[in-house]
């Protein structure tokens, strides 16, 4: 069953900030939020994740809400490299936690 | 780019022979995983393992076994192919954090396309 919930595509313009949202309302407290990406062909590339307190790192931003139920992959600015599939993951900490890959978000840049 | 590289990355088979796919990596990294993608389903799951010989089933183990004799070779064997074989299958590998029990990021190869006729 999947535990989040993804718009199927959405499509921004070049060197504009994009924000890909994701639900995971069934997340428990001991669950991460992750990001992955997939550029056509290749195997898929992590990104970012975060536990309950707002992440940056070199690729990206990730907003969770106060309350946990939802988050938003901002991609400060998106350049044509940036089209891809991405999928929004929860996964338990531990050591046999797996990751469980939906269908995830297309993300089309127009030039 | 994380040392991960897979063999054949493309093969074409008929039904019913076996198929073995490798999956090598240089980073010593502990876990590895066989994943499967195709159109509308995303990637799935097909074997874990957590160390050399150790290996446990994922959400779509049936028709597929591993082995792990090395740290770095995991092997994903199809005893006897069949067309629904027919897929992109990819390796990842990750390692285990500092604390025991939260990983880091699984590291993706380039995969391997395999069409079964």
């Known amino acids: 069953d999947a535990k989040t919930t993804q718009p199927p595509s959405m499509d921004c313009a070049e060197g504009r900030a994009a924000n890909l949202p994701c639900n995971h309302s069934t997340i428990s407290g001991n669950e991460y939020v992750y990001w992955y990406r997939q550029i056509h062909s290749q195997g898929p590339q992590y990104i970012i994740h975060?536990?309950?307190n707002n992440e940056t790192n070199e690729m990206a931003s990730l907003i969770i809400t106060e309350d946990r139920k939802s988050s938003t992959l901002i991609l400060p600015h998106a350049t044509l490299r940036d089209t891809a599939v991405y999928y929004c993951?929860?996964?338990?900490?531990?050591?046999?936690?797996?990751?469980?890959f939906g269908k995830g978000i297309t993300l089309s840049v127009r030039p | 780019d994380a040392g991960i590289t897979q063999s054949p990355r493309h093969k074409v088979t008929e039904t019913g022979t076996p198929v073995t796919l490798r999956c090598h990596q240089t980073?010593?990294?502990?876990?590895m995983y066989w994943y499967r993608q195709d159109p509308g389903h995303g990637l799935r799951l097909i074997h874990y393992s957590y160390g050399v010989k150790d290996t446990d089933k994922g959400e779509v183990s049936d028709g597929y076994s591993v082995s792990r004799s090395k740290t770095e070779d995991f092997l994903l064997t199809l005893e006897s192919a069949t067309s629904s074989q027919t897929s992109v299958y990819f390796c990842?590998?990750?390692?285990?954090?500092?604390?025991?029990?939260?990983?880091?990021?699984?590291?993706f190869g380039p995969g391997t396309r395999l069409t079964v006729l």
């Open positions: 975060g536990l309950k």
């Open positions: 990842a590998i990750s390692e285990s954090g500092a604390s025991g029990g939260v990983w880091h990021e699984q590291f």
């Open positions: 980073e010593n990294h502990r876990y």
């Open positions: 993951i929860v996964r338990e900490a531990g050591a046999n936690s797996k990751l469980t």
